[in-house]
């Protein structure tokens, strides 16, 4: 390992935009704890070394992963069948017909991990929030509610040395200390093992300017380059790069020991293509810090216009994105009245910083609201589909993409 610091950063790290003050993104609170709400400094850098964009500081994984986490990955119906969907290609691709072992980083509410339920793979998942974590158990998912690290190994011994796949989705960019995250899964997989993880992808974030990837949990937004410059750092290699349409274009890597002789030999013209098109340089953080600005300027614009006729603007899904678009650009309950949602923990309370009230979505037509902001522009199409009336009622999505 040429890389012994505690925390992968890389050298030569430039500073490159500022997003101002910031309260936990899933951070959902009730009016009496808005006193004592907890703010950082929510801005980003770019290692020209290993081509790396990261948040400059974050807080402490237990103040956002605990046992109130409010987000559940079975809230999305084209989530579910994405993860299925993921799981079948995995057991063509990479499983045994029998005796595999398999582990899940970040396992949530057990949505991947169900797939593999009555097969003949054994699972474990690894989630650091109880209230998800409990309720995988109790759908009948292997979860245990802890960090993925090497001290946490105890419930997982019959896995070390001896697992095929670690899989992850929506995770690695959350995990702080990438070194303990690469030395626990050496210490587990087997020779032969395969490291496996989807995530927000810096070239759809790059190209759509939604900075709003960017809040406290995703303290990396990784690249082809960036994974295949970490892994190099260690006996590991990348050998295959998936594109997805998820989370608004997400990147599957499979990642295998060095030893490995197979990978795609798309990979290559993949980096050229990163190369040409400066998301693995510098250049391409700068273009993103004027282009996030400018989108600033553009939503603001918008929304007085439309406060300016008289219209009356709603929003709708509760994102954890939604909290940087809100924070960064001042937008408050005199812009936004409220905030349609699914989740039960988070109606009835206010979203973090801005204070706008969440309300259940079944309400969504009861009041009518010219404009609704789309939040999870992510999920348009599932959206858009159950909420086919808004728009015969004459209503308009918008969002700041
Ligand atoms: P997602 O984009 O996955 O959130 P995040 O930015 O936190 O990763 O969207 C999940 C949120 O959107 C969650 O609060 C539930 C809400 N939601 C709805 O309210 N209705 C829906 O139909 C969907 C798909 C999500």
């Known amino acids: 390992m040429k890389n012994s610091n505690c925390k992968i950063t890389g050298n030569k790290t430039k500073n490159i935009i500022s997003f101002g003050k910031m309260p936990i993104a899933n951070g959902f609170l009730n009016k009496k704890d808005f006193k004592n709400e907890f703010f950082f400094n929510l801005s980003v850098s770019f290692s020209e070394e290993i081509s790396l964009l990261q948040l400059n500081d974050h807080p402490k994984p237990k103040m956002m992963f605990n046992s109130k986490y409010p987000f559940y990955t079975s809230s999305s119906n084209f989530m579910k069948l994405h993860f299925n969907e993921y799981a079948s290609w995995a057991k063509k691709k990479f499983l045994k017909k029998i005796n595999n072992k398999i582990i899940e980083i970040g396992s949530n509410d057990g949505t991947f991990l169900k797939n593999f339920q009555n097969s003949n793979t054994e699972h474990l998942g690894f989630e650091p929030s109880k209230n998800v974590s409990d309720l995988a158990i109790k759908r009948g998912v292997n979860s245990t509610n802890k960090f993925f690290t090497r001290e946490n190994l105890i419930k997982a011994e019959k896995f070390i040395g001896k697992t095929d796949i670690i899989f992850g989705a929506n995770v690695v960019c959350h995990i702080p200390d990438l070194i303990e995250f690469i030395k626990t899964a050496d210490k587990l997989l087997n020779d032969d093992g395969k490291i496996i993880f989807e995530e927000p992808y810096l070239g759809s974030m790059y190209k759509k300017t939604s900075y709003d990837q960017i809040y406290d949990e995703h303290i990396f937004i990784f690249s082809i380059t960036a994974i295949s410059k970490i892994f190099d750092l260690f006996d590991f290699q990348i050998i295959d790069a998936i594109p997805q349409v ?142 086919k009336k808004y728009l015969k009622k004459g209503g308009r999505w918008i969002t700041h993409l």
């Open 246 to 387: 998820t989370h608004g274009g997400s990147m599957r890597y499979v990642i295998s020991r060095k030893k490995t002789k197979h990978f795609n030999k798309k990979i290559k013209s993949m980096l050229e293509t990163e190369k040409r098109k400066k998301i693995s340089s510098l250049q391409g953080a700068l273009n993103f810090r004027k282009n996030c600005e400018l989108s600033k300027e553009k939503l603001l614009d918008k929304l007085f216009k439309i406060k300016k006729k008289g219209y009356k603007i709603c929003g709708y899904a509760a994102t954890s994105k939604s909290t940087t678009i809100l924070n960064y650009c001042n937008i408050g309950p005199d812009i936004i009245d409220c905030i349609f949602d699914t989740t039960p923990d988070k109606i009835g309370k206010f979203s973090p910083g801005k204070h706008i009230p969440i309300l259940d979505y079944k309400n969504f037509t009861k009041t009518f609201y010219n404009y609704s902001f789309l939040f999870a522009w992510n999920h348009k199409k599932e959206i858009e589909k159950k909420e």
